[in-house]
């Protein structure tokens, strides 16, 4: 569904008028990218494979079964040759401008610092980081990929993705400082997220600015507090800016 210009107007409109605005983005963020979401119809959740993916990506897979969990790592969570798209592009012109304070992300992918935003807060990690679990050397993602069965480190550990698993809680200072952006925000743009994964989505409520602003294909839990609802993809709108 292309967005009503009306609505755009409105949109470019109160980003004009702010001067602290944040981003708030899921995996819809880099679904223009090639990156597979978890939950659309495309998602991993609806491809076949011997575990599901919430078994396989918990940290009790991760221990018990490591060689198993890296054969779907690789396969599926490590992205080649993904370039930022309109979106990511957009949201660090926007930085630079100094409209935009912070990104908060639920995605893992690096892209919006490839396209040059530099106040992300990773809420979920990133797979361009990982790191041995006995002597804490730093591995980049080129080395899990190219690693035969499980990555380890020089020293004999096993290296782990600075990802966050199912069952593991968020790092306490990402969350810490993403909430005080967005409680400091006088605009909030959240977009490509199905506000469905908690804690993370849970941070929406800290907002207490002007401008709520829901950019989703589908319906989201929060679509009767946006202040301006627009249902269709990220690139149709940023596109527009």
């Known amino acids: 569904m292309q967005p009503d210009k009306k609505d755009l107007d ?3 409109k109160w980003i004009d008028e702010s001067n602290n605005i944040v981003f708030f983005g899921g995996a819809g963020v880099s679904t223009e990218s090639g990156i597979p979401d978890f ?3 495309d998602g991993l959740y609806h491809q076949k494979y011997d575990y599901p993916p919430e078994t396989i990506l918990s940290h009790s897979f991760f221990i018990r079964n490591t060689k198993e969990f890296y054969k779907f790592y690789k396969d599926k969570m490590l992205v080649e040759n ?3 798209n309109i979106t990511h592009i957009k949201l660090a012109e926007l930085e630079k401008s100094g409209k935009l304070s912070a990104v908060v992300t639920q995605n893992i992918d690096g892209l919006h610092q490839a396209a040059g935003s530099t106040k992300v807060y990773e809420l979920h990690g990133s797979t361009l980081r990982n790191y041995c679990e006995k002597c804490h050397k730093f591995y980049n993602a080129d080395y899990i990929k190219n690693s035969q069965g499980v990555p380890l480190c020089e020293c004999g550990g096993i290296i782990k993705p600075d990802v966050v698993l199912y069952e593991e809680g968020l ?6 400082t993403a909430v005080n952006a967005i409680s400091n925000a006088d605009m909030l743009i959240v977009g490509g997220t199905s506000l469905a994964v908690y804690p993370a989505a849970g941070l929406i409520q800290y907002f207490k600015g002007r401008h709520l602003v829901l950019i989703n294909k589908s319906s989201t839990p929060l679509d009767s ?6 249902q269709c993809s990220l690139g149709e709108v940023f596109s527009q800016i």
């Open 10 to 12: 409105l949109f470019k």
């Open 171 to 176: 790092d306490d200072i990402t969350v810490s």
């Open 225 to 230: 507090n946006a202040d301006l609802l627009l």
């Open 82 to 84: 993904a370039k930022p």
């Open 39 to 41: 939950r659309s119809v």
